[in-house]
């Protein structure tokens, strides 16, 4: 009979916290090694366009690492093939060692997706697709003959606006490929700046990948341990939304599995209790879950990207964090409450503030147009400095010759950010 584990919210923070290296002492010199591991332990790197600072799975890597080369990603992507473009989170990179989590979604395509799509929004699919195989054949014959291509290089027959399911902007052919690289039959094997380089999978995939044909239900035995240790703990509600999002069809039932098979355990929180339904813990973290309240923690400082993977899920953020955090990309701008692509700073298990900066790549000067602090956080010099380190870094990984303070900041954290 295992024992019953309880511990505090602050540890339960802890735990998330250093569950994605964010805690610690970073490698002294990262290489794609440490990529790798970083990858591995959160379970992917989603992917945005936006590049206000610079492209999010940057700045999630730069967060964990420190300044690296950019290029070890780039080779571990394009050349060596150990991560692979696929769908996690959201659009993601992910690790070629979890093909064949992914291999099943492909097989199945597109019955298995996210649940919250539904099964019009499949049967729509399984239509278009239907109606388009000459289609399929024509971008899949140009790839064997003349790939890799971009989108662009396809000359489109058709040019006809598809319409529906969110795609009325796209051509006939950069829909088709968007299907095929969900089915598995096409991948992204480059980039030339922010345009995917297509070509088949069977090019591209390395000799060494698997392909072994996992059940959903071997898939979510996987996926439901690799997500509960990314996040520390989690309940049902915060599993399903992390590493496989939406896609844990049969979760519940998942959960009663593993915890039979011992793999995983119920943890209370006992000064605070959180949320509604039990709460995980997998049974391999429980020792490390142990040492938090000794001096084996140890806190940083540094800032997140919008969409890293310690705070995606904003309910989950809110219920242990106490931080309310919403994208205001989309807001107008006269309605923004902090800014277009704040940054969260994060000092140990806490958010003590918001950063809105822009890197002006022209002019090579990193501009931090306000500083927020949130209510309680610390206002001694110490922290100042601190911040102001890890800003100094990021303009350093960035190219940057210059930070320049346009915008408010916190009257005692102004003894460095300025």
Wanted: net charge positive; charged share 30%.
């Amino acid at each position: 009979m295992p024992r019953k584990v309880t511990t505090t919210l602050e540890n339960v923070r802890r735990l998330a916290v250093a569950k994605q290296h964010l805690a610690g002492k970073r490698p002294r010199n990262p290489d794609s090694d440490d990529i790798l591991e970083v990858t591995r332990s959160i379970g992917c790197l989603q992917l945005d366009p936006i590049s206000a600072v610079a492209p999010s799975h940057l700045i999630v890597l730069w967060s964990r690492l420190g300044i690296f080369d950019t290029s070890e990603l780039d080779k571990l992507l394009w050349s060596d093939k150990k991560l692979f473009e696929y769908w996690a989170h959201q659009a993601s990179i992910v690790l070629m060692e979890d093909y064949p989590l992914y291999y099943h979604m492909m097989r199945a395509y597109p019955d298995v997706f996210l649940k919250s799509l539904g099964p019009v929004w499949r049967a729509r699919v399984k239509k278009w697709l239907g109606k388009n195989s000459d289609l399929r054949t024509y971008v899949l014959t140009e790839l064997k003959q003349k790939g890799p291509l971009l989108s662009r290089q396809f000359e489109d027959k058709t040019r006809a606006k598809p319409r529906g399911i969110g795609w009325s902007s796209w051509s006939d052919v950069s829909r088709m490929l968007s299907h095929l690289f969900f089915k598995g039959e096409v991948m992204v094997v480059g980039r030339q700046g922010k345009q995917k380089l297509w070509d088949i999978s069977e090019r591209f995939l390395p000799s060494w990948v698997s392909k072994k044909e996992l059940s959903e239900t071997e898939v979510e035995y996987e996926a439901v341990q690799r997500s509960l240790r990314a996040l520390g703990t989690a309940n049902e509600s915060e599993l399903s939304w992390h590493f496989l999002r939406g896609r844990y069809r049969n979760l519940k039932d998942t959960l009663k599995q593993l915890e039979a098979d011992s793999k995983i355990q119920t943890v209370e929180i006992t000064d605070s209790p959180v949320g509604n339904g039990e709460r995980y813990i997998h049974s391999q973290d429980i020792p490390l879950l142990d040492e938090l309240d000794s001096d084996q923690w140890e806190p940083r400082v540094t800032l997140l990207s919008p969409f890293d993977n310690l705070f995606c899920d904003r309910a989950r953020t809110k219920l242990l964090f106490h931080f309310d955090y919403t994208i205001e990309i989309y807001t107008p701008q006269n309605k923004r409450k902090y800014g277009y692509y704040v940054l969260p700073i994060l000092y140990g298990d806490k958010f003590i503030g918001r950063m809105d900066p822009l890197m002006d790549r022209k002019n090579q000067k990193l501009f931090v147009k306000a500083v927020h602090a949130e209510p309680g956080a610390p206002k001694d010099k110490d922290t100042s400095r601190e911040i102001r380190d890890s800003v100094e870094e990021l303009s350093q990984f960035l190219g940057a010759k210059q930070v320049v303070y346009s915008g408010k900041v916190p009257k005692y954290w102004q003894s460095h950010l300025h």
